[in-house]
């Protein structure tokens, strides 16, 4: 996390799940609650994952692709991790998903 969102208070946990009825039907008003009460915030929903929802901290991050990587891992036991999918895929997509170019 780099400085600023961390003097935000970036550990606010939230109950959010994007594939959940209730997103479809009240996402306006729960992504303007996030940003005035919690704009950078952690939900535990598939298996946790970060919630950007302020203009500023997605601006940051955007320009911060060490810390905010959507490239995926592969583990010691061949498992993926990371990625940008929600919950995670058992495989790649391209090119979001890929190495920084050299």
Known sequence: MNEDMIRRD???EIDFDQH???HVEESIQAFRGFRQTAPVAW?????????????RDVFAALR????FSSARTIGADGSLGGGIAIPSLPFRLMPT???LPE
Do not use: I
């Not at 939900?43 to 203009?55: N, Q, T």
């Open 10 to 12: 970036v550990r606010r």
């Open 97 to 99: 998903e890929s190495d």
């Open 20 to 22: 959940s009825p209730v």
């Open 64 to 67: 911060d692709p060490t810390t």
């Open 43 to 55: 939900s535990a929903s598939h298996g946790g994952f970060w919630l950007l929802s302020a203009y």
